[in-house]
């Protein structure tokens, strides 16, 4: 059997926190930032973490 690869793109985008839980990045902070207002800017600087429904999904791209 070969090796299981880790997908290349959600090892780039996911970190494991210390608890098990995954921390992602907020879209939508890349470009077109003149329409939005400063506080939600600001929020979206933040690290969020994956939703339960998705844990699943994400740990299966990880390899976890």
């Keep these: 059997m070969p090796k299981v ?3 290349s793109g ?3 985008r996911f970190k494991l ?3 098990g839980k995954i921390k ?3 879209a939508f902070k890349s470009h077109i930032l003149t329409k ?3 506080k939600q ?3 979206l ?3 969020g973490l994956v939703h339960k429904s998705d844990e699943d ?3 299966h791209m990880l390899n976890i």
């Design 10 to 12: 959600a090892k780039k």
């Design 24 to 26: 992602r990045k907020h």
């Design 36 to 38: 939005k207002e400063t």
């Design 41 to 43: 800017k600001r929020n």
């Design 5 to 7: 690869k880790t997908k």
């Design 57 to 59: 999904n994400v740990k």
């Design 17 to 19: 926190t210390g608890t």
């Design 45 to 47: 600087t933040n690290m």
